[in-house]
Nanobody, 123 residues
Framework: QEQLVESGGGSVQAGESLRLSCVAN???????????EGWFRQAPGAERERVAS???????QYADSVKGRFTISRDNSKNTLYLQMNSLKPDDTAMFYC??????????????WGQGTQVTVSL
């Protein structure tokens, strides 16, 4: 059974770092390598927003609010997606979700989602 499992969330102070991981259990290596993968977040009362995504060719996209602070990467040998988050701010507090889709513009309609990992940043 295919499943996305996030980890690495936690409570930190502003300015600190966290690295999120997402393991694509049950995915074939071909599927993991050919899909677009991304990180999204949702704060209480807010809509889910894309934080970063990486296409199969390595092309990355970032939300303006995280550019220069967050880095998305993937290890195809481990079927794992990462999000390195530096210089965290209280505004980054949210539930973070990992997602995959055949195309980077198909997440909302046809994406596969993990259960999420909570990130809380305090002053």
């Amino acid at each position: 059974q295919e499943q996305l499992v996030e980890s690495g969330g936690g409570s930190v102070q502003a300015g600190e770092s966290l690295r999120l991981s997402c393991v694509a259990n049950g995915y074939t290596s071909t599927k993991f390598q050919t899909f677009c993968e991304g990180w999204f977040r949702q704060a209480p009362g807010a809509e889910r927003e894309r934080v970063a995504s990486m296409d199969s060719d390595g092309t990355t996209q970032y939300a303006d609010s995280v550019k220069g602070r967050f880095t998305i990467s993937r290890d195809n040998s481990k079927n794992t997606l990462y999000l390195q988050m530096n210089s965290l701010k209280p505004d980054d507090t949210a539930m973070f979700y990992c997602a995959t889709a055949l195309r980077c513009d198909w997440f909302k309609a046809y994406g596969y989602w993990g259960q999420g990992t909570q990130v809380t940043v305090s002053l």
